[in-house]
């Protein structure tokens, strides 16, 4: 069973800093790989969105990259804001629409 | 409306009662999905419907019943529950078998149970 690992569990940052989360994965064999953001009482927003056969993917200030022989990915944010603060939750998609989650970086942008 | 829609946003029951959460996704998808979220532990996903066909369940006990009456609307359908059920439900939604289609979510359904 594939297994998913968010490291560190939180994370403080002074704003304007740029920061990478980190997200590993056990099982290489996966059809792509999703960052989220959830807010406290909310659901989970798509942020980025990398297949299998990609490295990877930007979107504004986020850089999210993909390294399927290590298990890894980073999601880089740059000059970050405290609208940032929220919880990053990674995603591992496998076969028949299993969605495999890690527990989620808690970060904080100190204004 | 757009994206995908979750009633109530609270829900507080007994653990004799019976309730019924709601997702409803206006987004063209063919799978939709509840997964239940815990304090500290990961998303566990609970059930998967691929055009209405349920295709996964994961060891959920059956206090929990899952209803999908088309490809728009997904029902999880409660009763008997245990304080250990307390939990954030939320519904999802996607394309089916496709690398390139992100998961949608709803904002979800708090749910108490006393």
């Known amino acids: 069973k594939q297994e998913v690992t968010q490291i560190p569990a939180a994370l403080s940052v002074p704003e304007g800093e740029n920061l990478v989360l980190n997200c590993s994965f056990t099982d290489s064999a996966i059809y792509n790989l999703q960052w989220f953001r959830q807010d406290p009482g909310k659901g989970l927003t798509s942020l980025l969105l990398i297949q299998s056969s990609q490295r990877e993917q930007t979107s504004g200030r986020l850089n999210a990259s993909l390294d399927k022989s290590s298990g890894r990915s980073t999601l880089y944010i740059a000059a970050s804001q405290p609208g940032d603060s929220a919880t990053y939750l990674c995603?591992?998609?496998?076969?028949?629409?299993?969605?495999?989650f890690g527990t989620g970086t808690s970060l904080t942008v100190i204004p | 409306e757009t994206g995908v829609t979750q009633t109530p946003r609270h829900l507080v029951m007994g653990m004799t009662n019976k309730k019924s959460l709601k997702c409803e996704q206006h987004?063209?998808?063919?799978?939709m999905y509840w997964y239940k979220q815990s304090a500290k532990k990961p998303l566990e996903l609970m059930f998967v419907y691929n055009f209405k066909e349920q295709t996964e369940n994961n060891s959920v006990p059956s206090r929990f019943s899952p209803e999908c009456p088309n490809s728009s609307h997904l029902f999880l359908h409660l009763h008997t529950l245990q304080p250990e059920d307390s939990a954030l439900y939320l519904c999802?939604?996607?394309?089916?078998?496709?690398?390139?289609?992100?998961?949608?979510f709803g904002n979800g359904t708090r749910l108490t149970v006393t």
């Open positions: 999802a939604s996607s394309h089916r078998d496709s690398h390139n289609s992100p998961l949608h």
């Open positions: 987004l063209g998808h063919n799978a």
């Open positions: 995603a591992v998609g496998n076969t028949g629409n299993q969605f495999y």
